[in-house]
């Protein structure tokens, strides 16, 4: 026992109590705060993820893929890599055509995206539908997703060549038509590269492989990029 401790009286010893401890404590202290440090500044930095929905058809799904391997999860990826905090929803149906993406739209923005892939036309261009119907059903959702307020990536798709050349122009020219409308980004052709490369796709000839997907990434990445900048000001 020392003599500032023997010598004292009830006030004096508890303030030596309270510096005994303090020293004691200091490691302590400073280790947490430390130990913190990343922790707290990582906080502040990271802002909430940006959730990307992907409104399509086999080629959102990734029909015949592992799901490490489709649209949605090389997307995050390419993106992650990038330095953009994201996270892709898989919102593809094979087989759907624009009015199934109409008909599940409202139960999809549950989602709470910040931005919509609207990837659809594929499946009612090999139907043979009418272009008029795409058109419709493509304006309907585009105008929806307006009211929603998320930013919005228009995939377009060229008709099958065998359906002439007349049903070719009408459907054709729904996706430059529809983005200069509704002032979106348009891919004005989400197979562009990928299409009829045997190398890029499945051993049906329509659908595409893990290669073909990552040239898919490839041609959106830039528009991504700007849609998720905008989502950043």
């Known amino acids: 026992m020392d003599a500032a401790w023997a010598g004292g009286n009830g006030i004096q010893r508890r ?4 510096r005994r401890l303090s020293r004691a404590l200091l490691p302590y202290v400073l280790a947490a ?6 922790l707290l500044c990582g906080g502040a930095a990271l802002a909430a993820a940006q959730r990307v929905l ?6 959102s799904a990734g029909y015949g893929l592992p799901a490490d391997e489709a649209l949605p999860a090389q997307l995050q990826a390419a993106l992650r890599k ?3 905090h994201v996270d892709v929803i898989n919102g593809g149906v094979s087989g759907d055509t624009t009015a199934g993406g109409l008909a599940r739209l409202d139960w999809m923005l549950a989602e709470k995206p910040d931005i919509v892939v609207v990837e659809l036309g594929g ?7 009418d272009p008029k119907e795409t058109y419709t059903n493509l304006d309907r959702i585009l105008d929806r997703l307006a ?13 099958p060549p065998n359906l002439g050349a007349d049903y070719g122009r009408d459907f054709d020219g729904i996706y430059p038509a529809l ?5 979106c980004l348009l891919v004005p052709f989400i197979l562009d590269g990928v299409a009829a490369k045997a190398a890029l796709n499945q051993a049906d000839g329509i659908h595409p ?19 998720l900048a905008a989502g950043t000001g």
């Open 15 to 18: 303030r030596v109590l309270r």
């Open 33 to 38: 705060a430390l130990f913190n440090v990343p």
């Open 54 to 59: 992907l409104l399509g058809d086999s080629i």
């Open 82 to 84: 990038a330095g953009y």
């Open 123 to 129: 499946n009612d261009g090999l139907r043979g539908l």
């Open 147 to 159: 009211q929603a307020k998320v930013r919005v990536l228009l995939a377009g798709m060229l008709a």
């Open 179 to 183: 983005a200069k409308r509704h002032h």
């Open 209 to 227: 492989n893990a290669k073909g997907v990552q040239a898919i990434v490839r041609l959106m990445l830039p528009y991504m990029e700007k849609l």
